[in-house]
């Protein structure tokens, strides 16, 4: 299992992003994400305050050399895709490969769906990120690529250079939100690099997923997965406290032997933080769970 930290792009400035970016690097975290929000609504004007996503994890990318980086997630159907491959292109290339793209439909409530005119139903969006995800391979992959969507449209273009990660066949990391037990859902994560999965209830209300939940997720993986693809990262955002090590691993482990890959500690929400940027940079400084990282500076 890796480590990584899921920090806000809401109530900071870019200079403490950074810096707690560049805390989560020296003590051993493996990755940083930060919010990919636009216009959240809150009637504390402080939380009023956003940092655009790309350009955060831009400087990241630059302050840092060995974390991996990425939005936390990216709604497809509020992007043009051609601009999304030149972006993530680009910025891998800067990171020297340690980009991930984790995508999904997006939370409509942010100002950047429900007060500019964006698309705002779930079937649609969900087209529109199958199309999105398409085009992204085909000009991601630096060849002749045209496109003939319900959405969109390419004319046939070359896009160079390309990411610099799988040579074979070039593409960033793609991490799909895929929504527990629904198999359109699933399947569409099932075809990319890994899947942060949701349990949706039969009333579209959303509960935790189980240990029991991620191995079936794992099996299902496998078994839907062509023969020689490689396992499927799977993501869990939660929380661990950093104060107590035995308490954070008893929570870490029974996930990590179901499947789970990547952990990623909700620094955003642990409780101490209050949203504030003492606490934030406290839980990152004790490390993940996998160790007992010592606090910067003892």
């Known amino acids: 299992m ?7 792009n809401i109530g900071l400035e870019i200079d403490e992003l950074i810096g707690l970016a560049v805390a989560a690097e020296t003590v051993g975290w493996d990755g940083v994400f930060v919010w990919d929000a636009f216009a959240v609504q809150d009637d504390d004007p402080k939380k009023l305050a956003a940092l655009d996503p790309w350009i955060a994890l831009t ?3 630059a302050a840092t050399t060995r974390v991996v980086i990425g939005p936390m997630i990216t709604p497809l159907s509020r992007r043009r895709p051609w601009k999304v491959a030149r972006e993530t292109a680009t910025l ?24 500019v005119g964006e ?5 649609k969006r969900a087209e529109m990120l199958d199309e999105s995800l398409d085009i992204l391979a085909g000009l991601w992959s630096g060849q002749p690529f045209s496109y003939d969507g319900a959405h969109y449209h390419v004319q046939e273009m070359t896009f160079l250079p390309t990411p610099v990660q799988f040579p074979e066949s070039p593409h960033v990391p793609v991490w799909v939100v895929g929504a527990w037990l629904r198999m359109k859902s699933l399947r569409r994560a099932f075809r990319w690099d890994g899947i942060i999965p949701s349990k949706m209830n039969a009333d579209g209300s959303f509960t935790d997923m189980t240990a029991d939940d991620i191995r079936a997720l794992r099996e299902m993986a496998a078994r839907e997965r062509p023969a020689d ?3 499927i990262e799977i993501i869990f955002e939660d929380e661990t406290p950093g104060d107590d090590l ?20 909700a ?11 003492a606490g934030m940079r406290k839980r990152i400084e004790q490390g993940p769970p996998s160790s007992s990282a010592p606090v910067k500076g003892e």
Not at 2 to 8: D, K, N, Y
Not at 246 to 265: H, K, N
Not at 267 to 277: K, N, S
């Open 92 to 115: 891998d290339r800067l990171t020297h490969g340690r980009l991930v793209l984790p995508v999904g439909l997006g939370a409509i409530d942010d100002g950047g769906f429900s007060k």
């Open 246 to 265: 035995e308490r954070a691993q008893a929570i870490i482990q029974p996930l990590a032997e179901a499947g789970v890959t990547w952990w990623l500690e």
């Open 229 to 231: 693809a490689p396992p």
């Open 59 to 61: 400087a990241i990318g």
């Open 267 to 277: 620094v955003w929400h642990t409780p101490e933080t209050q949203g504030g940027l």
């Open 2 to 8: 890796r480590f990584g930290v899921t920090l806000p």
């Open 119 to 123: 698309e705002l139903d779930r079937k």
